[in-house]
């Protein structure tokens, strides 16, 4: 057996020569690098250095989970996501369907390099230019007040309700066109003799859509929804840092820019790293979960 | 093959939702454009 084993890698070198950097760089910077979760459990300084730092046990679970910002800021973080996932992942769908039912042109190849234009943009540029928009002179206020809709300019960025929904729609703005690509790949592969014989049974254009087309594509579907839930904990601390100010920061903090803030803002590098910890153990399970229940709606899975 | 009728419908209306869906995404972008091409002071007046 063990023979075979290192015969069947030898046979398979070229294969073997073009992965194993990959893996080896993935151990030096990514699994080496999780010894350093040893400061969860102390009170790490850099001064004193991993081993002399004063070992603290669960005192930093401890003390997140009793903090109230800690909460607060959780509540953002799972707020904005959900918020962004309702409205991303159907908005996706429903546009690529959209796409694909145009007739093959200029239009529609038109339509969708435009809608890809956005997702290039970076948050670093993006964000200035949501700002530009939302103030007093920006684009929004200027449409609102010439169909007479306000009296006065509103400042969207000073108020802390809004946040959550600039948060929510500059980012489907951005990425809702990006997203359609994976389902629109996935619509050539359906079988065209499908639609052909919908067609003359007599189904209607929405018919077909909802029979055909998003059967057709349901395990990317799910594969994609297995992604979009294991992230809900996560959060694009680029657009974080760009969009958040003092006055909206008790709904824009979220988990990522509170563990910046805390850990090299205050140097509590230790309570940092402990929330950092909590946020990628919740997506494990959120990851663990989602894949069982697309198994059990019995449709694609990854594992 | 022929259309029916609310084949051209739904046509029409996905058509005038691209439309609208195009101006959503080209007009922020221009307007960004023409600040960026202005004086500084023109930017602050408004109107743009």
Redesign the interface.
């Known amino acids: 057996m063990k023979v075979s084993f290192i015969k069947k890698i030898k046979s398979q070198w070229q294969l073997q020569a073009m992965i194993w950097p990959s893996i080896i760089l993935l151990i030096i910077f990514a699994y080496i690098p999780m010894l350093g979760l040893i400061v969860v459990f102390q009170n790490y300084s850099p001064i004193e250095g991993f081993f002399n730092s004063p070992f603290v046990g669960l005192q930093n679970f401890q003390q997140f989970l009793g903090d109230s910002q800690f909460y607060q800021v959780m509540t953002n973080t799972l707020g904005i996501s959900l918020l962004k996932l309702l409205f991303e992942f159907p908005g996706a769908i429903i546009?690529a369907v959209?796409?694909n039912?145009?007739?093959d042109g200029l239009?529609k190849r038109?339509?969708q390099t435009?809608?890809y234009?956005?997702h290039f943009l970076a948050w670093t540029i993006l964000g200035g230019?949501v700002i530009?928009?939302l103030s007093s002179?920006g684009?929004l206020n200027?449409i609102l007040m010439g169909f007479h809709l306000i009296n006065k300019p509103i400042l969207l960025m000073t108020q802390s309700g809004a946040y959550w929904w600039i948060a929510t729609f500059s980012d489907l703005?951005k990425e809702v066109?990006w997203g359609t690509i994976l389902y629109l790949a996935a619509m050539t592969g359906i079988d065209p003799t499908l639609y052909e014989a919908a067609?003359v049974d007599g189904a209607?254009?929405?018919r077909r859509i909802w029979s055909i087309t998003l059967p057709g594509i349901l395990p990317i579907i799910s594969l994609m929804f297995v992604l979009s839930v294991s992230g809900i904990v996560g959060s694009n601390l680029d657009q974080t840092f760009m969009l958040q100010n003092t006055l909206n920061m008790s709904t824009s903090e979220v988990i990522d820019s509170f563990v910046y803030h805390t850990g090299l803002g205050n140097g509590s590098f230790s309570y940092a790293a402990a929330v950092g910890l909590f946020t990628s153990f919740v997506s494990i399970i959120l990851l663990l979960l989602a894949n069982f229940a697309t198994k059990k709606i019995g449709k694609a899975e990854i594992f | 093959?022929k259309k029916?009728k609310?084949?051209k419908i739904?046509?029409i209306c996905?058509?005038l939702?691209?439309v609208f869906?195009?101006a959503?995404?080209?007009?922020?972008?221009l307007?960004?454009l023409a600040?960026s091409f202005n004086d500084g002071q023109d930017?602050?007046?408004?109107?743009i």
């Open positions: 546009l959209l796409i039912e145009l007739k239009f038109f339509t435009v809608s234009l956005p230019m530009s928009w002179n684009l200027n703005w066109g067609t209607s254009r929405l | 093959m029916s609310g084949d739904f046509d996905n058509i939702f691209m869906f195009l959503l995404i080209i007009f922020p972008l307007n960004i600040l930017a602050v007046r408004g109107g």
